[in-house]
């Protein structure tokens, strides 16, 4: 059975910096295009960055420069590095793997942003 389980989240003063994991189980990450969403309350679910399996990135232009995206094939873990957080950046932070007709999610992880 295949789980994202994400972490690192939590609370940060405005300019802070964070690093969100992905821990995969059950399969290889670096086999899929992995992404990570957002969703603040009341928005909708937004794609924040994606790598795929090739090592490609890409990411929302809202927080181009400040985050960024990498993988540990040892750890089988993907990462989202946040830098230069605002209050804007509040949302809880969804991992996503998608392979094919395959598509799994984490639970997600709480970022708050906030003096």
């Known amino acids: 059975q295949v789980q994202l389980v994400e972490s690192g989240g939590g609370l940060v003063q405005p300019g802070g910096s964070l690093r969100l994991s992905c821990a995969a189980s059950g399969t290889i990450l670096s086999t899929y295009s992995t992404a990570w969403y957002r969703q603040a309350p009341g928005k909708q679910r937004e794609l924040v960055a994606t790598?795929?399996?090739?090592?490609?990135?890409n990411y929302a232009d809202s927080v181009k420069g400040r985050f960024t995206i990498s993988r540990d094939y040892a750890k089988n873990t993907v990462y989202l590095q946040l830098i230069s957080l605002t209050s804007e950046d509040t949302a809880v932070y969804y991992c996503?793997?998608?392979?094919?007709?395959?598509?799994?999610w984490g639970q997600g992880t709480q970022v708050t942003v906030s003096s």
């Open positions: 790598i795929t399996s090739g090592g490609r990135t």
């Open positions: 996503n793997a998608r392979r094919s007709l395959n598509d799994y």
